[in-house]
């Protein structure tokens, strides 16, 4: 089975309050690289090596440091944030810019390439459904265990 890596800008955030305090450019602002709905479609094959490329400067660098394991795992076909996300092949999360932060899905895409493939990929459950659990004298919820 191939995997494909989909990125998806769901939002972008802004704090001016954090910006006027701490930063050189008191009003810098959003991020200037990427806006809510910005999709990026990553492969790894002999042809096209995003991952290894990093995205030919299409994606900005402190981002990438953010969501690259992320990315490398869902292109493997790994599980990219097992009992966290309620699929796991899907994980949300955030660059590192503390005063405005962009938000981000990362999904993996599966590719059957035989009729097997196709057959397990068509009766696989990758959604998470929490039930309670018992932990030491107290029940919890899986994946909120803090």
Known sequence: ?????????????????????YLADPKSG????????DTFVLKRTPEQDDFYHLM??????????????????????????????????MMITCCNDGTRPVIFKIERID????????????NRTFSIVPRMLTRGNRKWRQGNNH
């Open 56 to 89: 030919n400067g299409k994606f900005c660098g402190e981002a990438w440091d953010a969501v690259s394991r992320y990315v490398y795992t869902a292109l493997q076909g790994g599980s990219i944030m097992k009992g966290w996300t309620n699929d796991n092949r």
């Open 1 to 21: 089975m191939q995997h494909e890596c989909r990125i998806t800008v769901l939002e972008t955030k802004v704090f001016p309050d954090l910006q006027e305090k």
């Open 111 to 122: 590719i059957p390439e035989t009729p097997e493939e196709e057959e397990l990929s068509r």
């Open 30 to 37: 959003p991020c200037p690289f990427f806006h809510a709905g």
